[in-house]
């Protein structure tokens, strides 16, 4: 009898060196796993409509989940200034019970002092997951690369994963299926569009985004969207001709014509943008119902006109009410399964 209680004893005391915080509830449909999110396509169509099923939950119960994340600790990294991203991800891991830590690297970037794999290794031994703001795709991806922990992607020169994602939320809360959805993005083949692309991929909904010709989307993200459209039926569509995009669409979306980083081209880009700037007579090509989108900030009289921005269709303020929502569903998913991950990337392992 001794014998057997000191079994169990045991079993329970490895079970309690395994775990680092008491499990949350499966909600979320498998298989799929997603140690970091530096992609879109690190999440997949499961990984995506799982995200959107949990944000929904987490939105309409957040009581339910306060307390999920309790001891967690997020370090958040930005390279880039930031009012949405920052804010919603301190907000969000507060309300789920955890504490999150903001280094200001606006002045110098983030391996400027030190080589990246080393932060990485101090990082996992001190806090549970990484949110950066990059210049530099490749600061993501390295720290992704090195850290044994959860890193996200708050933004890069290459892909805003958790902007898109709230934006489809906001799609799917005015809509319904994504797959009866059609989005036009007009301006800047940028990183959020890079996103949108694969996020619309994922979902097997349809997007079409309309650029000046040498500002399209990167052929990568392109063919990467295209390859998972061939799954899901999503239908991926690029061009120049701005009106023929908004043509009966679903909702138009617009982005700066400039990115962070690109300001010294802001002149040249606003004569060679301005045409495809979403006014009144441009929106006015969309379906009735059509709703305008932005990430924000807006340079209002640039990629949009105050009437389009400010009118009863505009959502961009359910947009970002949405960023809080669904990076709490992503921080849930990638630092509340309760277990360690002792990965074989680190060093340290």
Known sequence: MNAAIEEVKEKKLKAQTVQTSAPAPLLWPKPWACDDLVSICDLGPSGVEAVLDLTKLMKARPADFRGALAGKQLAL???????????????????????????????????????????????????????????????????????????????????????????????????????????????????????????????GSAITVATPSGYEPAEEIVRAAQEIAEDTGATIEVTNDPVAAVQGADAVYTDVWASMGKESEATERKAIFMPYQVNEKLFARASKRAAFMHCLPAHRGDEVADAVIDCARSVVFDQAENRLHAQKAIMLVLLGNGLRRFSSRSAHA
């Open 77 to 203: 990294f930005f390279e880039k200034p930031s009012l949405r991203t920052r804010l919603t991800f301190e907000a969000g891991i507060n309300s789920l019970g955890g504490t999150s830590f903001f280094f200001d690297q606006t002045e110098a970037r983030l391996d400027a002092r030190e080589k990246l794999s080393d932060i990485a290794h101090n990082l996992e031994r001190w806090v549970d997951g990484i949110v950066l703001r990059t210049f530099a795709h490749s600061t993501v991806t390295e720290m992704a690369k090195h850290a044994s922990i959860p890193v996200v992607n708050g933004l890069s020169d290459w892909e805003h994963p958790c902007q898109a994602l709230a934006d489809y939320f906001t799609l799917l809360e005015r809509f319904g299926s994504a797959k009866k959805i059609r989005l036009a993005y007009v301006g800047d083949g940028n990183n959020v569009a890079h996103s949108l692309m694969l996020t619309a991929a994922c979902l």
